[in-house]
């Protein structure tokens, strides 16, 4: 159908320009038809040969942007002067200036109310004729505003969404301590709603939320640009039930804070909200695989906003493996998946992941790439969330390499061990060290995402110390395999020197074999650097501790004034643990009771 449709067209007009066919085309295609199935053909048609064409004409170039505004769902339109091809949609619209030749002199973007601003992407996309990247930025932003109703309603959800960025831009700028070294990872980890990132002309408001050790590692020993991590996009979107969203700024000015650091909002009321037919979302970029209970948490913390539906669940360990580089993707997790991850020194340790074992409902997930809430309260405990989830999975995901093998084959490794899930938020790792005929196992408990804590059990052998040394390990390289290979350093020198030796710290070394990892070397080791990420508090005598135990707190959403107790100048709480008048009761404090 395509070339026989080509065919007829050069046939027919085979004395004509290719510019005037073109023109034809698009007057036929302008025809409301009954049928619109009937002009997919020509519509292709038109697609292929709009781009065989050399843009070299102002005619050429306009016409190449009404296309793309067509295919988003845009409109589009010529100044008078025939200088300015607009792009159109109800909340924002394109300004393409156009010189002789099609040449682009500017691009701007406007927002609704908003005076046009130039973009340099937009501008430098499509002076280099890159017309498919240009077209994928600008559906980018018209998805970000896919905003339900009528005008009037997507105004007013529009109004909501500037209101929600003022408010979460003055939590961000709230006083804390600094904990870790690294400024911008110590946003990302310990701001009460990460690194916030304004929206500009092209993009919405970003968060930074999660960072892994060995993503701050790749960034900082590459050129220095910022880049890796869990990000979330702030934007809007649709909802079956109305909901009430703000319409004016919920935080005092200057911002209250309780004794906790956190701010007291304004309540919702008739006055300054509205019933909309859309909530906030929290756009997760990569979507991110969440546990159930997980996903149940999120549910009490927005007040039921997350809707109760159908989830595609399967066991998490699976799911991180579908989502994650890993290139062996067709593997049945039925008879279970033995991974062998190499470490530097070639040492090699095999991890088993039993299928029946990671089958239990506890450990189901399922993918998340959006989270709907309704008020700016919601989101540093939604935070705390997900950045608990993304600690789990950068510790399951650690044993993972493109190198699997059955369980039962027959191969040699430094290091043999079994990943079994126990309790809720807890992992234990069963191996067997050299020189050894009992089995050892280590428990991983995962009580929020910065208290992770490591209990060795060993027959005939007690060190409350080496449990300290190992969750200082596991916390500032988060890995297993690299957990799992200081212990059988250290435990091999303790049988040496039964006596107390110094505690190597832990660093990060590049190897060239292998991908970037933490290495926690021996004391002998030259190259020992002092450690960029996570910190962990020092106490007065030199020995390390685990950070401190998590706590309550609440939200305050009265509309009342703050009390004569309330300290507006204290240091805000990196992490308010608690929504809007639900107490966070699904909170470890410390070590889970069954573990104790």
Not at 27 to 43: F, H, N, Y
Not at 309 to 335: D, R, Y
Not at 367 to 392: E, K, M, Y
Request: some cysteine; proline content about 7%.
């Amino acid at each position: 159908m395509k070339t026989k449709t080509l065919s007829d067209l050069k046939s027919k007009f085979a004395d004509k320009s290719w510019n005037e066919t073109i023109q034809l085309v698009r007057r036929c295609m302008d025809k409301t038809r009954a049928d619109g199935r009937v002009c997919d053909p020509i519509t292709k048609c038109l697609q292929k040969i709009n781009e065989a064409l050399n843009v070299s004409s102002l005619t050429a170039m306009v016409s190449r942007l009404e296309m793309i505004a067509k295919q988003i769902g845009l409109g589009s339109h010529l100044s008078p002067t025939e200088t300015v091809c607009y792009l159109t949609a109800d909340l924002f619209y394109v300004e393409v200036v156009l010189l002789p030749g099609g040449r682009v002199e500017d691009v701007r973007v406007a927002h609704h109310g908003e005076a046009p601003v130039s973009s340099p992407t937009f501008l430098q996309l499509l002076r280099m004729k890159k017309f498919q990247e240009f077209s994928l930025k600008l559906e980018d932003l018209a998805s970000f505003y896919n905003i339900p109703g009528d005008v009037d309603d997507k105004i007013k959800i529009y109004t909501a969404l500037q209101h929600l960025e003022s408010d979460l831009l003055k939590i961000s700028h709230l006083p804390r301590s600094l904990r870790e070294g690294d400024l911008h990872d110590d946003l990302i980890l310990n701001g009460i709603i990460g690194n916030v990132r304004p929206g500009n002309e092209e993009t919405p408001m970003k968060i930074e939320y999660y960072i892994s050790p060995s993503e701050a590692l790749m960034r900082l020993s590459s050129t220095g640009e910022v880049g890796g991590g869990q990000v979330a996009l702030v934007t809007v979107g649709s909802s079956d039930t109305p909901y009430r969203l703000q319409m004016e700024p919920l935080i005092f000015s200057p911002p209250q804070v309780d004794l906790f650091g956190v701010p007291a909002f304004q309540q919702l009321s008739d006055s300054c909200s509205a019933l909309l037919p859309a909530t906030f979302l929290l756009k997760l970029q990569p979507p991110l695989p969440m546990l159930t209970s997980f996903i149940e948490k999120m549910g009490k913390i927005t007040d039921g906003v997350i809707p109760e539906k159908h989830l595609q669940v399967e066991p998490l360990p699976q799911l991180l493996m579908k989502t994650s580089t890993i290139q062996n993707t067709k593997i049945s997790w039925t008879e279970g998946v033995q991974f062998v991850v190499p470490l530097p020194a070639s040492e090699y340790h095999s991890y088993v992941f039993s299928g029946s074992e990671w089958g239990h409902e506890s450990w189901e997930g399922a993918l998340i790439d959006a989270v709907p809430f309704t008020h700016p309260g919601h989101v540093p405990v939604l935070l705390d969330t997900l950045r608990h989830q993304s600690a789990i999975n950068v510790l399951l995901a650690s044993c993972f390499s493109n190198h699997t093998h059955h369980i039962d084959a027959g191969l040699s490794y430094n290091l043999k061990c079994e990943v079994l899930p126990e309790s809720d938020c807890c992992v234990s790792v069963t191996f067997s060290l050299e020189n050894s005929d009992h089995l050892a196992v280590l428990l991983v408990m995962m009580a929020d995402f910065r208290q992770v804590s490591c209990r060795l059990l060993m027959p005939d052998f007690v060190d409350h110390k080496l449990n300290d040394y190992i969750s200082r390990v596991l916390m500032r390289c988060m890995s297993i395999p690299i957990t799992m290979r200081a212990i059988r350093r250290k435990v091999a020198n303790l049988m040496i020197h039964p006596s107390p030796v110094a505690e190597p710290p832990c660093t990060f070394k590049m190897e060239s074999s292998s991908p970037t990892i933490a290495v926690c070397p021996d004391v002998s080791d030259p190259d020992i650097k002092p450690a960029v990420y996570p910190s962990v508090s020092q106490e007065g005598n030199g020995e390390k501790s685990l950070p401190s135990s998590a706590g309550y707190y609440v939200m305050s959403v009265a509309s009342t004034p703050v009390d004569d107790n309330a300290n507006t100048d204290a240091v805000a709480n990196p992490s308010p643990c608690a929504s809007l008048g639900v107490y966070s009761h699904w909170v470890t404090n410390g070590v889970p009771a069954e573990l104790i």
